[in-house]
């Protein structure tokens, strides 16, 4: 995996997919054990980095907003 690698689909960039969310691309830089930790877990669990990073993402703990 090198510096320059992307996630998401391209070509659906700020769309409606034909899944129940809108995409919203952003773009991390990884130190080299990051990514290469990242496509290890994709090739053992056959999952693609887009999924296996959204997860971690809604697994994130946030305070409920103060309404």
Same mark, same amino acid.
């Given at each position: *995996?090198?510096?320059?690698?992307?996630?998401?689909?391209?070509?659906? @960039?700020? @769309? *409606? &997919?034909?899944? @129940?969310?809108?995409? @919203?691309?952003? &773009?991390?830089?990884?130190a080299a054990q990051e990514a290469e930790k990242l496509e290890k877990y994709c090739q053992q669990t056959g999952r693609p980095a887009t999924d296996v990073i959204r997860e971690l993402i809604r697994s994130l703990p946030v305070a409920e907003d103060a309404k």
């Open positions: *995996m090198d510096s320059t690698t992307t996630y998401g689909n391209v070509n659906n @960039k700020n @769309k *409606m &997919t034909n899944k @129940k969310w809108a995409v @919203k691309r952003i &773009t991390v830089n990884l």
